[in-house]
């Protein structure tokens, strides 16, 4: 138990894909889609690679909703943390960041059907809401385009769990057996598997482009992304709404990282100071839920229909750490890989490289390892480097953490703010973290010219996302 002390969280269970298959019942209507890129060689490839750009962002956070209001509140260092409800008073973690009526949230029924949002979980439901923003912000009218060629890939690391929660419940309230089988919904095990939100998404707008969900814990979100700029680098779609979601703010499931020591119980009394990357008092990370999405097009489809551009999404890298299936690789070096692959796929140098989006979880090892990655790979200029952990803020949001915060590194480009990595109050110089972690206040830069996004997931999974400075023709 002591050895997951501090451990690097990313979502849960082990890695994998999936789509539910058509059936004859109501709820089973997704389309089956393969999730094999194509049958051509790397070579060709290569020859049809295509420039992808970023042209609608939406979140659902603890800080915000919507693609403007999520920023400024990082921006503004608003954070998004607090006390959480009574259900978690005998825990030894009781503070958490929901998403609430306070931020805007009013429910699923301002962006799906009242009956559909029943029969889904809340993940559903923020996914559904994240992609509805994301098309607006892009100004992209679905009944205008070539729907065979738009594509959706939103993952999620638990699914609907707080479905199966309340299902549970009312099973084993009831006796098991006949009589808790009746109290069941008939809508449960499509609510909870993690590629539902893609599915239907995809019904509701009639996506019928490359489709499913991917599952790699806290490496989903931006797992979901790389692959989506694949489908769009090799020609096989125009466009694709990617990211990921969660809402695991359950009993159940905070009980169980409570159990694995892996969150903070120092500031339970201060729910805004709780998380706190890269600082000596940090003691675990904050749990939150959400859901970020971003609109992916290819340079040429965006440029024919006037879109305006956030910037290019040019880079992306996947590795496994093969080391433990919950602490990082403790010299950094699964993740060190995914960044340099990223690069090295974006034909970005590592000193182009004016800001990171750090995973940064507020525990020991996650903060110290990832210091020590960024510095194999970009070396003296990560010195030179703003990072930032918007975890400081929103939590820890699981697998929509790489959906978020790829959002964070498209508005960091567009408009030359950096949000701050809050309560840097003291450094932990005696683990490395010795970086410019932007503490505090947030910086305006001049010009950034490429940035970086980076998350780790239980398994050993490293992802890494890098986007560029979109200059129109190079």
């Not at 840097?424 to 830069?445: F, H, I, R």
């Not at 940035?451 to 890494?464: E, K, P, Q, R, V």
Request: glycine share 12%; aromatic share 8%; with cysteine.
């Amino acid at each position: 138990m002591m050895m997951l002390r501090g451990v690097v969280f990313a979502a849960t269970f082990m890695a994998s894909a999936s789509a539910f298959q058509a059936g004859p019942s109501p709820f089973l209507r997704t389309q089956r889609r393969s999730c094999t890129l194509s049958s051509l060689s790397m070579a060709d490839q290569m020859q049809v690679k295509k420039k992808v750009v970023i042209t609608g962002v939406g979140a659902v956070s603890s800080v915000g909703i919507g693609a403007q209001s999520f920023f400024q509140a990082l921006v503004d260092g608003k954070s998004g943390i607090i006390k959480m409800p009574s259900w978690a008073d005998e825990y030894p973690c009781r503070v958490g960041s929901l998403v609430s009526e306070s931020v805007g949230w009013n429910g699923p029924e301002d962006y799906m059907d009242k009956k559909e949002a029943r029969r889904q979980g809340r993940y559903t439901h923020f996914a559904m809401a994240a992609a509805k923003i994301a098309l607006e912000d892009g100004k992209l009218d679905v009944t205008k385009v070539d729907k065979d060629r738009l594509g959706v890939i939103i993952g999620s690391g638990i699914g609907g769990v707080e479905f199966f929660e309340d299902n549970c419940n009312k099973f084993t309230a009831a006796g098991g057996g006949a009589s808790g089988l009746k109290k069941v919904s008939p809508f449960l095990i499509p609510a909870l598997i993690s590629n539902t939100a893609s599915g239907i998404v995809a019904i509701e707008i009639g996506a019928k482009g490359p489709n499913y969900g991917v599952v790699s814990a806290c490496a989903t979100g931006s797992h979901a992304i790389g692959d989506a700029l694949s489908f769009l680098q090799t020609g096989q779609a125009d466009m694709m709404l990617a990211g990921g979601s969660e809402a695991a703010m359950t009993p159940l499931c905070f009980a169980g990282f409570a159990a694995m020591r892996a969150m903070v119980t120092s500031f339970n009394d201060e729910p805004l100071r709780a998380s706190r990357p890269y600082d000596k008092r940090r003691d675990g990370f904050v749990m939150g839920e959400g859901c970020g999405v971003v609109l992916l097009e290819t340079e040429e489809h965006a440029l024919a229909r006037g879109a305006e551009i956030y910037c290019e999404l040019a880079g992306y890298g996947a590795t496994c750490d093969a080391h433990h299936i919950t602490a990082p690789h403790p010299e950094g070096l699964g993740l060190a890989g995914a960044i340099r692959m990223a690069l090295n796929n974006g034909g970005v140098k590592p000193e182009e490289v004016d800001y990171i989006n750090s995973h940064g979880t507020s525990t020991p090892y996650n903060d110290k390892f990832e210091t020590m990655a960024f510095k194999k790979v970009l070396g003296e200029h990560a010195y030179k480097t703003k990072i930032s952990s918007t975890k400081s803020m929103m939590g820890h949001t699981l697998g929509a953490a790489g959906g978020l915060e790829a959002i964070v590194c498209a508005k960091v480009i567009k408009t030359g703010w950096v949000p701050p990595t809050l309560n840097l109050e003291q450094p932990d110089l005696d683990d490395g973290c010795d970086l410019d972690y932007t503490p505090n206040k947030a910086v305006k830069l001049e010009r950034v010219r490429a940035a970086i996004s980076d998350n780790l997931g239980f398994g050993g999974h490293n992802a890494a996302l890098v986007f560029k400075e979109y200059v129109k023709g190079k």
